[in-house]
């Protein structure tokens, strides 16, 4: 089968962590600070606290934000559950805008209606490494008043404008994941990059336990904290891929131009948009079909053939979860359209030409078997 997604790990990769498992620290140790500065230094950005997860990140993230029980965060329904699900952790409500069809992001227009005084933050989500548009989001936030989180998960490696993504400069922090699938992996990790020092200072103690040494070396707890502490073991994977990663964003976007290639004049699908001054980290590789009747039909007919495909996203007020608690009602038109039509290929550094041919053959034969159900629905 081969796979929607996988790490790339060589060699070198190994190397640096059978080192730092015949060092002294395995744990949290040197290792972890050396990688956050290499990545804070990689993305431009002031400061970089590692974790041990993406949703630990976003977790973190929120409470050095002050989110609390009553406040509202507008974000969008095509991402993973954890964007939302941490939100829910800390007593903020997710507020659900409605996406752009073209970016497949949130759409920056629907945001200031949204808006209530119980609204306190942003949460933009660069879905499949597309970054939103951060300029706009920016804009509305500082006219009314309102922090920016980036959900940068799919997005390490990415630019939008004259900025890259993680340096926050649109933003009041930003996080990363390091999930195999992602970018560059450190097995599970993540991170929350920030410019401002109050939030470095909270991250950091919310890390490990609400605890920091104080003058002369005590453990000292001045806040309820968590064990979301990095390892070393993680952090020299992480280094020795983060001198990788544009390596492995250009291979990424050169499977999608593949893709393009062999699926341009097709009138079944609809491909990925790319826009001047957007430069996407390549995540995964999303087409929608024309006849949204065919989308189940096709996923099932690849992964027949050996083909890994997958979905991202089903709507996040989708779930069961979200239905039976406040989000019974929610059906967001353009989200449903997405929803309802996209599925995911295989996209990777490792993946070659032919493979990519050849699933886009398969593409398109399944759709010659099946010309009689060509409709323009979605």
């Known amino acids: ?191 929350v990059l920030t410019n401002k020092k109050s939030y470095y200072d909270k991250l950091l103690r919310l890390r490990s336990h609400g605890i920091h040494k104080d003058k002369i070396g005590k453990n000292v707890m001045t806040a309820l904290g968590y064990n979301y502490r990095m390892t070393d073991i993680q952090a020299a994977l992480g280094l020795s891929q983060l001198s990788k990663v544009d390596s492995f964003v250009r291979r990424r976007n050169q499977v999608a131009r593949y893709y393009e290639e062999e699926l341009k004049n097709s009138k079944d699908v609809l491909l990925p948009v790319s826009f001047p001054g957007y430069y996407s980290a390549g995540h995964i590789y999303v087409i929608r079909v024309s006849n949204r009747k065919n989308r189940d039909e096709l996923a099932s007919f690849l992964k027949k053939n050996g083909i890994g495909a997958n979905f991202h996203y089903p709507a996040v007020y989708s779930h069961p979860y979200y239905r039976r608690n406040g989000y019974k009602n929610i059906r967001l038109a353009q989200t449903e359209k997405y929803h309802n039509s996209c599925i995911t290929l295989p996209c990777y550094p490792g993946l070659s030409k032919s493979i990519v041919r050849e699933i886009a053959g398969l593409i398109n034969k399944f759709f010659i078997k099946n010309e009689n159900t060509r409709v323009d629905s979605v």
Do not use: W
């Open 1 to 191: 089968m081969i796979p929607y997604s996988r790490q790339s790990v060589d060699a070198n990769d190994i190397k640096a962590v059978v080192g730092v498992l015949s060092s002294d620290f395995i744990t949290q140790g040197p290792t972890v600070s050396k990688f956050e500065k290499s990545l804070a230094l990689y993305c431009g950005v002031e400061y970089a606290v590692a974790v041990s997860n993406g949703t630990a990140a976003l977790h973190l993230a929120y409470l050095a934000a002050g989110l609390k029980k009553g406040d509202e965060a507008i974000t969008t329904p095509n991402t993973f559950a954890a964007t939302s699900n941490m939100l829910l952790v800390v007593g903020a409500r997710p507020v659900f805008a409605d996406i752009r069809l073209d970016t497949r992001n949130l759409d920056e227009t629907k945001i200031e209606k949204l808006i209530t005084p119980k609204t306190k933050v942003i949460v933009p989500v660069h879905f499949a490494g597309l970054p939103c548009d951060m300029k706009t989001i920016s804009s509305i936030a500082k006219k009314r008043r309102l922090l920016v989180i980036e959900d940068a998960c799919h997005a390490l490696g990415a630019r939008y404008r004259d900025s890259k993504i993680g340096d926050c400069k649109y933003s009041d922090m930003a996080v990363f994941s390091f999930h195999p699938v992602k970018t560059i992996t450190t097995g599970e990790g993540g991170a």
